[in-house]
DNA sequence: TCCCCGTTAGACTGCTGGTCGAACCATCGG
DNA sequence: CCGATGGTTCGACCAGCAGTCTAACGGGGA
């Protein structure tokens, strides 16, 4: 865990040591990024980096952090449906994934950070980081999914982490696929039917 | 990629440097695994490791699709429907996940690997190697997609390329799904279900 | 003046994947 | 039988990595 002390650095030095390690990260990914070219772009020395953070993962784990919390205030909390129906509740579902691929999409670093959290998918190293991150993330999906069912919206024959890991796992995909397609001269890419297809797989 | 020269070796001494490969990244993921120690395993030097293969990333590349070749040697190729109507479609597709599990069920190793390889999933140093898999893989699935499609089990209003990377993505989700459950004890998985998740997102 | 202690510096350790030139040795031509 | 060739093997070596450790700095209090 970031040490107390790091807060009590000047803000200057602060950002300085974050923002050198979001480029790397973003750059690199977890693995291939280097605290050595870290500490060298933040202009302090390997001892103080150490006194401050517990080391790599726990510096990742911070910055990490940092930019969740900066785009969920961004965003906002997920909508809970306020009208009854299926409808609603899956518009709704749209409305919060259109509005997050804008948000994410105005901060191509953070992106990029995103994109590197999930390839290190498994990294024993991060297992600590990841661990405390779904905590904070799960309570909330699994939040919407109950509030889904409550709607009649969301099937209930099934666990709650296999349809989180499946929703997690399509959108991830969709992503991917957005991404990988030309920007411009194309229609509009098709979030309607991709979260069709989540709730046809979701629902009852 | 390997050089022709690996396959010239003494059959014995080719599968002493697998078997220590495949336990290696088995045991550790890609980038965890050390190649000094698969060296160690294997009896040979470093050079001649370089000598027959161009990296690391070449030797998990060669040890996944040997394995892969053997597992899919074991299952058979996908059976395309003999029926008509979506039922058939899908319950044909259904038994081939069955049986794939099945067959990986009975090597934990390989099934160790493919969790190793699922997690790398963007490394960068494993980027060729990911590309040429897919590109041995992806003509079967489209093959299938449009079997489908003829027989009126999969729908035509979106491109190919999204219904594959969805679907992937659904099945590397319910795989890391599946893989994490305890393996006794409980109920069987609910492959019929996952297959339905998959049928209601992708059927027209 | 002196000491204390939070802070900083960077040399150092043990590891990594990858490179390189020397040595080995079977085969072949003369 | 000699010597050259060239495929093969070896391990020392390289740069870079994360993380450790000790010495030194410097401001505040006695």
Same mark, same amino acid.
């Given at each position: 865990?970031?040490?107390?002390?790091?807060?009590?650095?000047?803000?200057?030095?602060?950002?300085?040591?974050?923002?050198?390690?979001?480029d790397?990260?973003?750059?690199?990914?977890?693995?291939?990024?280097?605290?050595?070219r870290?500490?060298?772009?933040?202009?302090?020395?390997?001892?103080?980096?150490?006194?401050?953070?517990?080391?790599?993962?726990?510096?990742?784990?911070?910055?990490?952090?940092?930019?969740? /919390?900066?785009?969920?205030?961004a965003?906002?909390?997920? =909508? +809970?449906? %306020?009208? @009854?129906?299926?409808? !609603?509740?899956?518009? *709704? /579902?749209?409305?919060?994934?259109?509005?997050?691929?804008? =948000? +994410?999409? %105005?901060? @191509?670093?953070?992106? !990029?950070?995103?994109? *590197?959290?999930?390839?290190?998918?498994?990294?024993?190293?991060l =297992?600590?980081?990841?661990?405390?991150?779904?905590? !904070?993330?799960?309570?909330?999906?699994?939040?919407?999914?109950?509030?889904?069912?409550?709607?009649?919206?969301?099937?209930?024959?099934?666990?709650?982490?296999?349809?989180?890991?499946?929703?997690?796992?399509?959108?991830?995909?969709?992503?991917?696929?957005?991404?990988?397609?030309?920007?411009?001269?194309?229609?509009?890419?098709?979030?309607?039917?991709?979260?069709?297809?989540?709730?046809?797989?979701?629902?009852?």
């Amino acid at each position: 865990m970031v040490r107390p002390r790091f807060a009590k650095l000047p803000l200057a030095q602060q950002q300085a040591i974050l923002r050198a390690a979001l480029d790397e990260f973003a750059a690199h990914g977890f693995h291939d990024a280097s605290l050595n070219r870290i500490i060298e772009a933040a202009g302090i020395s390997k001892g103080s980096m150490y006194y401050y953070f517990d080391g790599k993962e726990d510096l990742f784990a911070h910055v990490a952090r940092v930019e969740f /919390v900066r785009v969920f205030a961004a965003v906002g909390p997920v =909508a +809970l449906p %306020t009208e @009854p129906g299926p409808d !609603a509740f899956w518009s *709704g /579902v749209e409305g919060y994934y259109r509005d997050s691929a804008a =948000a +994410l999409a %105005t901060r @191509p670093q953070l992106a !990029a950070l995103v994109r *590197g959290w999930l390839a290190a998918s498994d990294n024993p190293a991060l =297992a600590r980081a990841q661990h405390e991150m779904e905590q !904070a993330v799960t309570p909330w999906i699994e939040r919407l999914l109950d509030a889904g069912r409550a709607v009649g919206a969301v099937r209930t024959d099934l666990p709650s982490g296999l349809l989180i890991a499946v929703a997690l796992g399509m959108g991830r995909a969709m992503d991917t696929w957005l991404m990988a397609q030309p920007l411009e001269g194309t229609a509009p890419p098709p979030i309607g039917a991709l979260v069709g297809m989540l709730r046809r797989a979701l629902q009852p």
